[in-house]
């Protein structure tokens, strides 16, 4: 069964300061990882997709890296605006491309 | 609108109810899914379509749950006798295909009481 493991749960940082997420996933022949943004009472907002190992993909403060086995979302000198919870996510292996498997997110706080 | 469409945004009912839940997607958008997202974790797929056709329902529940896609365009998401662990965000997503990133909506709020 696909798996996603999303660490830390929750990360509160200082504005400015930089870090990193982590995504965690099992899943035979992967075949894209995607990143997603959800503020509070909306839907996850599109961000990345990742195809492989190796690849990175940026926009403004953020860097998405791609391994064989997990995923990082870099976070360069974050801003108050950047607080969200950051989902990710894959297809399933085989031939099905339809449903993704989530993880349950990390929840990031940018104090000012 | 530019982006997928749900409605109604919140629906209070009583358990036992029968609810409809409607997602407009994004114009041109082939590729329909539905998800449910409980607090403090990922949307868990539901059911896809491909047109009009369910291309994967593995993920709902119970046969309590059903949902249509009659023209290739907007969905509806059908509960009937609703309990109360049927609560929680129901969010529509629209692609251009298989493959392509989903674009998610705000979601319906579902509370049973």
């Known amino acids: 069964e696909d798996q996603v493991t999303q660490s830390p749960e929750a990360l509160r940082l200082q504005e400015g300061e930089s870090s990193s997420l982590n995504c965690s996933y099992t899943?035979?022949?992967?075949?894209?990882l995607f990143w997603y943004r959800q503020d509070p009472g909306k839907g996850p907002e599109f961000l990345f997709t990742?195809?492989?190992a190796g690849e990175e993909k940026e926009k403004e403060r953020l860097k998405a890296t791609l391994t064989k086995k997990e995923s990082f979302l870099h976070i360069t000198a974050p801003k108050p605006e950047d607080s969200a919870t950051y989902l990710c996510?894959?297809?399933?292996?085989?031939?099905?491309?339809?449903?993704?498997?989530f993880g349950q997110g990390t929840i990031l706080t940018v104090h000012p | 609108g530019a982006g997928v469409s749900q409605t109604p945004s919140n629906k209070v009912t009583e358990k036992g109810k029968y609810v409809e839940l409607r997602c407009d997607p994004i114009?041109?958008?082939?590729?329909l899914y539905w998800y449910r997202q409980s607090l403090g974790q990922g949307p868990e797929f539901l059911i896809y379509?491909?047109?009009?056709?369910?291309?994967?329902d593995s993920g709902l529940p119970n046969d309590r749950f059903f949902a249509v896609r009659p023209e290739g365009s907007v969905s509806t998401l059908k509960i009937q006798r609703t309990e109360r662990g049927d609560s929680a965000v129901y969010l529509c997503?629209?692609?251009?295909?298989?493959?392509?990133?989903?674009?998610f909506g705000d979601g319906t709020r579902l509370s049973i009481l």
């Open positions: 996510a894959v297809p399933p292996g085989g031939t099905s491309y339809g449903k993704l498997t």
């Open positions: 990742l195809y492989s």
């Open positions: 899943v035979s022949g992967l075949r894209g």
């Open positions: 379509f491909q047109g009009t056709g369910a291309a994967d």
């Open positions: 114009s041109g958008h082939t590729a």
């Open positions: 997503a629209s692609s251009l295909g298989e493959g392509q990133p989903q674009h």
